[in-house]
């Protein structure tokens, strides 16, 4: 499929409506060999030029060579707007006047501007406020924030720079590392699917699905249920790296300098570690004692089994999978593990100077040291997107498992999943979700303003990712605070990623007002 536009001066009312010849006859070429979809930003005469007009796929009739033309055409091609429009003039006896197809929109974003949903604009400019002091205050050298209502996306900018010594603005299309949100972007879409399908139950034990385990660990008969609300007793995290280096220096054994077919994970510029090694790993997992059994303590090592599992029921590679079922029909475009397979270094935000494990700064390659060591895909780690792509799936799940007019999961798994499991042990998370404090207290991911049915999660790395079905917002913060140093707290310290929920929730609250007030005005 091929979009093809015709874009005319709009300067000049008197100018001749009419496409160049060459134009013409490039289009028909187009169109005996791909199906096109032609939008015409000109006056409606200048189809009467183009010969075998009826003969495109579709066409689109935006009048203006604007950019509002352009940007509102691109919208109700892609889906997110419904178009209605009739043809004032007769074009030919195909296209006579008044003639134009109904299209529905098909539940894709639809990008707007905030008074559209009834935001002032200047109410947002906190939010450009408090992004802007996180970066003088080094809390992160860049950020992406974006917001949605209803499907409409009303904010979506870019602060900063790549790095604090970089003239490399933060651009929209630029991937961050997600960290942990990884978790609910990656593992638990396929964990929900395999639910729903009846494939795995959460009530079953690891040992139900990795059956090596029987008899043979105190991590057997977890739950999976146990695990994704981080109450199963696990380890916060391993730092598994340090096993493999002798006197301060990386294991000749475990990594080498070139690639090989023995040495095929890459973790970082010229370093690959041995395929083998990942055994060690979960083996090292099984030997760490649990502690804590039946009391919240968040834990990333779950979450390297559930990986196992997914990969072993679908049948494919969790990466592999992810893209062939979620992100490439969400139209999911910027999220991939392992991005440089993709990407160029210069769309990929960097993370730390790892002086320690890797020895290099980190750009390209995930930042987590266990995700790394499997080869950058992890069921905790691994996956890099920008807020756009990350915001579509978080608006799926709003929706009920649906994006785009295709169906991805059932509501009830969803409500499932993002409800408090374990609330009476006085654990406020989901199955994989993080959700707010219980009883709405201070200090928990999110601010006290969200609705208690909201749910979203962080990342260490400095990435945030909430959606709150009651008043239909999604709302995303990616940086990169890591950079150069894991150590720097500033985000936390200043809540950034809280205080600007707290802006969005009060610019909601006051275009309810305001429509509250407009429509008692109306009924006098």
């Given at each position: 499929?091929?979009i093809?536009?015709?874009?005319?001066?709009d300067r000049?009312?008197?100018?001749?409506f009419?496409i160049?010849?060459?134009?013409?006859?490039?289009?028909?070429?187009?169109?005996?060999?791909?199906?096109?979809?032609?939008?015409?930003?000109?006056?409606?005469?200048?189809?009467?030029?183009?010969?075998?007009l009826?003969?495109f796929?579709?066409?689109?009739?935006?009048?203006?060579?604007?950019?509002?033309?352009?940007e509102?055409?691109?919208q109700?091609?892609?889906?997110a707007?419904?178009?209605?429009?009739k043809?004032p003039?007769?074009?030919?006896?195909?296209?006579?006047?008044?003639?134009?197809?109904?299209?529905?929109d098909?539940?894709?974003?639809?990008?707007?501007?905030?008074?559209e949903?009834?935001?002032?604009?200047?109410?947002?400019?906190?939010?450009?406020?408090?992004?802007?002091?996180?970066?003088?205050?080094?809390?992160?050298?860049?950020?992406?924030v974006?917001?949605?209502?209803?499907?409409k996306?009303?904010?979506?900018?870019?602060?900063?720079?790549?790095?604090?010594?970089?003239?490399?603005?933060?651009?929209?299309?630029?991937?961050?590392?997600?960290?942990?949100?990884?978790?609910?972007?990656?593992?638990?879409?396929?964990?929900?699917?395999?639910?729903?399908?009846g494939?795995i139950?959460l009530?079953?034990a690891?040992?139900?699905?990795?059956?090596?385990?029987?008899?043979?660990?105190?991590?057997?008969?977890?739950s999976?249920?146990?695990?994704?609300?981080?109450?199963?007793?696990l380890?916060?995290?391993?730092?598994?790296?340090?096993?493999t280096?002798?006197?301060?220096?990386?294991?000749?054994?475990?990594?080498s300098l070139?690639s090989?077919?023995?040495?095929?994970?890459?973790?970082?510029?010229?370093?690959?570690?041995?395929?083998?090694?990942?055994?060690?790993?979960?083996?090292?997992?099984?030997r760490?004692p649990?502690?804590?059994y039946g009391?919240?303590?968040?834990?990333?090592?779950?979450?390297?089994f559930?990986?196992?599992?997914?990969?072993?029921?679908?049948?494919?590679?969790?990466?592999v999978?992810?893209?062939?079922t979620?992100?490439?029909?969400?139209?999911?475009?910027?999220?991939?593990?392992?991005p440089?397979?993709?990407?160029?270094?210069?769309?990929i935000?960097?993370?730390?100077?790892?002086?320690?494990?890797?020895k290099?700064?980190?750009?390209?390659?995930?930042?987590?040291?266990?995700?790394?060591?499997?080869?950058?895909?992890?069921?905790h780690?691994?996956?890099f997107?920008?807020?756009?792509?990350?915001?579509?799936l978080?608006?799926?799940?709003i929706?009920?498992?649906t994006?785009?007019?295709?169906?991805?999961?059932?509501?009830?798994?969803?409500?499932?999943?993002?409800?408090?499991q374990?609330?009476?042990?006085?654990?406020?998370?989901?199955?994989?979700?993080?959700?707010?404090?219980?009883?709405?207290?201070?200090?928990?991911?999110?601010?006290?303003?969200?609705?208690?049915?909201?749910?979203?999660?962080?990342?260490?790395?400095?990435?945030?990712a909430?959606?709150d079905?009651?008043?239909?917002?999604v709302?995303?913060?990616?940086s990169n605070?890591?950079?150069?140093?894991?150590?720097?707290?500033?985000?936390?310290?200043l809540?950034?990623?809280?205080?600007?929920?707290?802006?969005?929730?009060?610019?909601?609250?006051r275009s309810?007002?305001?429509?509250t007030?407009?429509?008692?005005?109306?009924?006098?």
């Open positions: 499929l091929i093809a536009s015709v874009h005319t001066s000049n009312p008197y100018s001749r009419k160049q010849d060459n134009s013409a006859d490039f289009l028909n070429i187009l169109r005996l060999k791909k199906e096109v979809i032609l939008t015409s930003f000109a006056n409606p005469y200048a189809l009467r030029t183009i010969n075998g009826d003969h796929t579709a066409m689109l009739q935006a009048y203006q060579n604007s950019e509002n033309s352009n509102l055409a691109a109700a091609i892609f889906g707007l419904k178009v209605n429009g043809l003039v007769s074009i030919n006896r195909s296209y006579p006047s008044g003639f134009g197809l109904e299209v529905s098909i539940q894709r974003f639809n990008y707007v501007i905030p008074e949903i009834g935001i002032q604009r200047e109410w947002l400019t906190e939010i450009d406020s408090i992004a802007l002091e996180g970066i003088k205050a080094h809390a992160y050298p860049g950020c992406q974006m917001v949605a209502s209803h499907g996306v009303f904010y979506n900018r870019t602060f900063g720079y790549h790095s604090y010594d970089s003239s490399m603005i933060v651009r929209v299309n630029d991937v961050y590392d997600l960290a942990s949100v990884t978790k609910i972007a990656a593992t638990l879409p396929v964990v929900m699917e395999l639910q729903e399908k494939i139950n009530d079953f690891l040992c139900d699905y990795i059956p090596e385990l029987v008899d043979t660990s105190e991590y057997a008969n977890l999976l249920r146990e695990i994704l609300a981080h109450q199963a007793g380890a916060a995290w391993i730092p598994f790296y340090k096993k280096m002798l006197n301060g220096s990386l294991r000749y054994d475990v990594f070139d090989s077919e023995i040495y095929s994970r890459q973790i970082a510029n010229n370093l690959w570690i041995n395929k083998a090694y990942e055994d060690t790993i979960y083996k090292q997992i099984l760490t649990l502690n804590g009391e919240y303590k968040y834990s990333d090592l779950g979450y390297y559930l990986k196992r599992i997914v990969e072993k029921l679908t049948g494919e590679k969790l990466d999978y992810l893209q062939r979620y992100y490439g029909p969400l139209g999911m475009n910027r999220t991939f593990f392992n440089l397979h993709k990407l160029s270094l210069n769309e935000i960097p993370t730390e100077n790892d002086l320690v494990f890797r290099q700064m980190i750009q390209g390659f995930v930042h987590d040291p266990g995700a790394a060591m499997l080869g950058g895909v992890g069921g780690a691994g996956l997107s920008n807020a756009n792509d990350l915001a579509k978080m608006q799926m799940y929706n009920g498992g994006y785009g007019g295709m169906k991805y999961l059932g509501d009830s798994v969803i409500n499932e999943f993002t409800a408090c374990y609330c009476q042990n006085d654990n406020r998370r989901g199955a994989g979700f993080d959700k707010p404090m219980i009883n709405n207290e201070k200090g928990g991911p999110t601010c006290t303003c969200v609705s208690y049915l909201s749910f979203g999660h962080s990342g260490f790395t400095g990435t945030y909430w959606a079905p009651q008043d239909e917002l709302y995303i913060f990616l605070r890591v950079h150069p140093d894991a150590g720097n707290k500033e985000l936390v310290n809540s950034i990623r809280t205080r600007i929920q707290e802006v969005i929730y009060s610019a909601v609250e309810k007002h305001l429509e007030e407009r429509d008692s005005v109306s009924k006098k």
